[in-house]
C-alpha cells in the first residue's frame, strides 16, 4: 500500500442512505456506496478515516462499518456544523452528485476551504437534472469533482452542463461562466473475491431446480422491475429462438432469474411472459435478496445474460460481478457496460433508442409533473429497441461452444480482477483527491477574491434574516458592510465604464496587451495578466478596490467557458506521458498557459503535482506506461483526447552491446517501445471512437532514430521501433481522421541532456561537449504541431541545438 498522505484523503459524507443497502433497502447506489466505503477501509492509503455527519447516530454507523471490516486505523468523526475540524482532510467525498446546499455551505468558509467530490449514479431523475443546472450559478469551483461512472455518463454531465450554459447565454447575454468541476471517468468496483465460484454450489442448485448436466443455464440478478430496470420480453424471445440450437445438441435451454420484485404484481406477470413466449425454455425464479442465493446462481451458470434498456441503469454492476465469478457475459451495447464488457469477455448486444423528436413529449410530461419518474423510465424503455435477434445469435453462440465459454469467462475474470477490484478502484478516487488538493493549495497561494469567503448574512439562497426580512419591522437596523479586499495583481476590464483614475501599472499591463493583440480601445475585454492562468480584478488609485462602474469577470483563463450565445467553448485536451521531468513537463506547462486540458501521465503522483502547479485545467494519472493494465485504466478515464505525446522514454548508460545487461535491455525497451506502443493503442482506439472521430498522435523520436551515438544499443534500437510505430499509425489513421507524427529530438537540455554540456563519447573515439538548446524551443514546436487542422499531418520533424553533431556522427 501506498504511503498515507493527507493530500489524498476525504471525509466520507456519512448518511445510512448512502451506504448500508441492509438497512434501507438493496438498490444500485447502496450497494455501489457500501461497496466502496469497504474497498476504502481496505485499500485507502490514509492514515485516519473521517466521518462527517449531521447525527451522532450516523458517526456510529460509520464507526460499526468500519468494525465489521476490521479496521485498525483511527476513527476521526466531524460535526457537519464544525467544518474547520476537516483539517488536516481538505476534501469531503458525497455519495451522489453533491446537492447546491454542499457549495453554499462551504461559501462562508472561503470556496478553497475544502474540495467537493461526487458521483453519478442514475442521472435520469429531475432531482439530477436540475441539481447540475443549479450547480452553474452555485459556488462550485474547478477543484470540485464529480466522478463519472462510465463515458456515456460523462457525455451526459456535460451535455446538461451544456444546455445549461446555452440557456444562461440566451438569458445574461455576454456572461462568462465559472469553469466546471472536473469529470473524471472511474468506474464503480467490486471485491472480486466475494463472487468467486462454489462448485458444490453450483451442482446443488443444479440438481435442486432439475437441471440436467447437458443443460445450458442463462442467468441474470437483477431488480425485477419492468418500468425501472429489467423488461424480460426481449431475453424471452430470444431464449425461444436460441433453444433448437441447444436441443439439437442433447440439452435444454434454462433461465434463471435471481432478483427481487419491487412491487409483487410484475410476479405473475413475469411468469405469464415466460410460459407464452419460452414455452421450451426451464423458467426459474430466485431470491436476489439472499447472498447465498446470488452466488448459487452464479457458481450453477453456464453465461450471464443483462440485456437492460432503461436510462435509469448507468453503470451496470452485476456484469461486473458476473465477470469476475468467470462466467462469459451478453450484455445490451448500453451506458456503462460499454465500456466495462469488452469483445473478449463477452458480447454486447446493439440497442437502438427512440428517433429524434419521438420521445420529447415524455420529458415535457415528466418536468410538468403529469407523469411519474417511473412513468418517464419506463416509457423511454418501452419506446426503446434490443436487438432480439443479435440476442439470440449471442445465446447460441456461447451455448454451444463451452470452450468459448470458458475462454471468455477466463477473460472477464481477469478483466474484473485488473480494472474493477476496489483494489484498483480506490487508488483511482485517491489520485483524484491529490489532485484536488493540489488544485486547492494552488488557489490558496494565489489567494484574493476569488476563494474569499463569502459574508454568511448575504448567502443569496439563505440571506440572515435582517438582510431579507429588513423591510417588516418598524425599525430596522442594517449593519454597513465593507467589501472584500480585492487581490493586489492586474484585472480583466470593459473600457466602455472604466473611470480614467486606474492605477498607472494596470493602464500599463493594457497598453502594453493591446500592442501585443493590436486590439484597440474599443468596448472589447481587456487582460492584465496577475499571474500563469488566472484573471483578477483590478483597482482604483484611492482605494486599491474595484472600480464602482467597471465591469470586471473572475475566470481561469484555462479553463474559461465563453456563453456567446452559440453554447461553450470546448477546451481541446492532450495527454503527456512522461509529465513529471524534462521535455514533458516544459511541454506540459506550455499547453496549459495556452489554454489547453492537460492530462499529466507518469510513475510518481508527487512530480506530475510540480508540473501541475496546481493549475485547474492540469488532471494528474499515476500510471506506468509499461504496464498494459494501468495504460487501460488510465485511459479509461477519458472520454475524450483531442492529442497524445507519446513522450515517455529512458536511457541506457554507454556501452558496448556485450557489456550491457539484459535486463538494462528490457527496461528500456518496456518503456520505449512497449510504453509507447500501449498508449497510442489506446489512443488510437478512443480518438477512432469518439464523436467526433479523429485526433492527433505525435510520437517523441530522437536523433538517434537516425544515426546513434557510441554504445547506445538499446536506445537507438528502441527510438527506430518509435520511427515504425509513426509509419504505421500514419498510414492506419487516414481512415479514422487520425494524424500521426514523430519530432526527433537533439540536444535539448534536461537533466537527462545535462551531461553534453560537459563533454560525452564522439564517433572518433574522443570526449567533446556538445552545444544543447533550451527545451522551450522543443515545447513551441509540439504545440505547433498538435495546433495544425487535422487535414495536415507533419509526419517527422527534426529540432536539434544548431552545431550539435549529427549528419557526421555516428
Request: charged share 20%.
Amino acid at each position: 500500500m501506498p504511503a498515507p498522505t493527507p493530500s489524498a484523503n476525504a471525509a466520507i459524507w456519512f448518511s445510512a442512505d448512502g451506504f448500508d443497502p441492509k438497512a434501507r433497502g438493496i438498490n444500485g447506489r447502496r450497494v455501489a456506496g457500501e461497496g466502496f466505503l469497504r474497498g476504502f477501509f481496505a485499500h485507502g492509503a490514509v492514515d485516519e478515516f473521517v466521518s462527517l455527519a449531521h447525527r451522532a447516530a450516523d458517526h456510529a454507523a460509520f464507526a460499526a462499518m468500519a468494525a465489521e471490516c476490521r479496521v485498525t486505523r483511527p476513527l476521526r468523526a466531524v460535526p457537519l456544523h464544525q467544518p474547520r475540524q476537516l483539517a488536516p482532510v481538505d476534501l469531503v467525498f458525497y455519495p451522489s452528485p453533491p446537492p447546491t446546499v454542499e457549495f453554499w455551505r462551504r461559501a462562508p468558509y472561503g470556496t478553497a476551504a475544502w474540495a467537493l467530490c461526487g458521483i453519478t449514479h442514475t442521472t435520469a431523475t429531475a432531482t439530477v437534472m436540475n441539481l447540475v443546472f443549479d450547480l452553474r450559478s452555485a459556488p462550485q469551483m474547478p477543484w470540485d469533482a464529480l466522478i463519472c461512472t462510465s463515458n456515456a455518463v460523462q457525455q451526459s454531465m456535460r451535455t446538461l452542463m451544456e444546455l445549461a450554459e446555452a440557456h444562461l447565454a440566451d438569458r445574461f447575454p455576454g456572461a462568462v461562466m465559472p469553469a466546471r468541476p472536473l469529470l473524471p471517468v472511474i468506474p464503480l468496483g467490486v471485491n472480486c473475491d466475494d463472487f468467486r465460484r462454489d462448485e458444490g454450489r453450483g451442482r446443488a442448485l443444479r440438481d435442486r431446480l432439475g437441471i440436467g448436466q447437458q443443460d445450458v443455464v442463462v442467468a441474470t440478478i437483477a431488480r425485477l422491475t419492468p418500468d425501472e430496470k429489467f423488461d424480460p420480453l426481449p431475453l424471452f424471445l430470444a431464449m425461444e429462438m436460441a433453444t433448437r440450437d441447444i436441443a439439437a445438441r442433447g440439452g435444454r435451454l434454462h433461465l434463471v432469474l435471481c432478483g427481487y420484485f419491487r412491487n409483487e404484481t410484475w410476479r405473475p406477470a413475469f411468469a405469464e411472459a415466460a410460459a407464452r413466449l419460452m414455452p421450451s425454455v426451464g423458467y426459474h425464479l430466485l431470491d436476489g435478496t439472499s447472498t447465498e442465493e446470488r452466488l448459487a446462481t452464479l457458481s450453477c451458470a453456464d453465461m450471464f445474460v443483462f440485456p437492460i434498456d432503461n436510462v435509469q441503469e448507468t453503470f451496470g454492476l452485476a456484469p461486473v460481478e458476473a465477470m469476475a465469478a468467470g462466467l462469459p457475459v451478453i450484455v445490451s451495447d448500453w451506458d456503462g457496460m460499454k465500456d466495462t464488457v469488452s469483445t473478449d469477455a463477452g458480447i454486447r448486444v446493439p440497442v437502438e433508442m427512440p428517433a429524434p423528436a419521438t420521445a420529447t413529449h415524455l420529458s415535457l410530461r415528466h418536468l410538468g409533473g403529469t407523469d411519474s419518474y417511473l412513468q418517464y423510465v419506463g416509457q423511454i424503455a418501452a419506446l426503446t429497441r434490443v436487438n432480439v435477434t443479435a440476442l439470440a445469435r449471442a445465446l447460441v453462440v456461447l451455448g454451444t461452444d463451452r470452450d468459448l465459454r470458458l475462454k471468455m469467462g477466463a477473460a472477464g475474470q481477469a478483466r474484473a480482477r485488473r480494472l474493477y477490484d476496489w483494489q484498483a478502484v480506490i487508488p483511482q478516487i485517491q489520485a483524484l483527491w491529490a489532485e484536488q488538493a493540489a488544485m486547492l493549495a494552488h488557489a490558496r497561494a494565489r489567494g484574493g477574491r476569488p476563494v474569499a469567503a463569502m459574508d454568511p448574512a448575504r448567502i443569496p439562497v439563505g440571506p440572515a434574516p435582517e438582510v431579507m426580512f429588513a423591510a417588516y419591522p418598524s425599525t430596522p437596523h442594517p449593519a454597513p458592510r465593507s467589501p472584500d479586499p480585492p487581490p493586489a495583481c492586474g484585472g480583466v476590464w470593459r473600457s466602455s465604464g472604466c473611470r480614467s483614475n486606474l492605477r498607472a501599472s494596470a493602464l500599463c499591463a493594457r497598453r502594453a496587451h493591446h500592442r501585443a493583440t493590436g486590439k484597440g480601445a474599443g468596448g472589447s475585454r481587456r487582460l492584465c495578466t496577475g499571474g500563469p492562468g488566472w484573471r483578477h480584478p483590478g483597482g482604483n488609485r484611492r482605494t486599491g478596490g474595484p472600480s464602482r462602474r467597471c465591469r470586471v469577470r473572475y475566470q481561469p483563463v484555462a479553463a474559461q467557458v465563453s456563453l456567446s450565445g452559440r453554447g461553450p467553448m470546448t477546451r481541446r485536451i492532450i495527454m503527456i506521458t512522461g509529465a513529471g521531468a524534462g521535455i514533458g513537463r516544459a511541454t506540459a506547462r506550455l499547453f496549459l498557459a495556452e489554454g489547453w486540458e492537460v492530462v499529466l501521465l507518469g510513475r510518481r503522483t508527487e512530480t506530475l503535482a510540480e508540473t501541475a502547479e496546481g493549475h485547474p485545467a492540469a488532471r494528474i494519472i499515476a500510471c506506468d506506461v509499461g504496464d498494459p493494465g494501468q495504460v487501460e485504466a488510465a485511459f479509461a478515464r477519458l472520454s475524450r483526447l483531442d492529442v497524445l505525446f507519446n513522450n515517455a522514454g529512458i536511457s541506457a548508460a554507454a556501452a558496448p552491446i556485450d557489456e550491457i545487461p539484459v535486463e538494462r535491455w528490457l527496461d528500456v525497451c518496456r518503456t520505449n517501445i512497449t510504453g509507447m506502443f500501449l498508449c497510442a493503442r489506446a489512443a488510437f482506439g478512443l480518438m477512432r471512437r469518439q464523436s467526433p472521430r479523429g485526433g492527433r498522435i505525435i510520437n517523441n523520436g530522437s536523433i538517434s532514430a537516425h544515426v546513434p551515438r557510441p554504445g547506445s544499443a538499446p536506445y537507438t534500437m528502441s527510438k527506430h521501433a518509435v520511427t515504425g510505430l509513426t509509419r504505421t499509425l500514419a498510414l492506419d489513421g487516414r481512415a479514422f481522421d487520425i494524424a500521426c507524427a514523430q519530432i526527433d529530438i537533439g540536444n535539448a537540455l534536461t537533466d537527462m541532456a545535462a551531461r553534453f554540456a560537459k563533454g560525452v563519447p564522439q564517433a572518433d573515439g574522443s570526449i567533446r561537449a556538445e552545444p544543447v538548446m533550451d527545451v522551450e524551443h522543443v515545447a513551441r514546436m509540439v504545440l505547433h504541431m498538435a495546433s495544425l487542422p487535422l487535414e495536415v499531418n507533419t509526419p517527422f520533424v527534426t529540432i536539434m541545438a544548431r552545431d550539435m553533431p549529427y549528419l557526421g556522427r555516428g
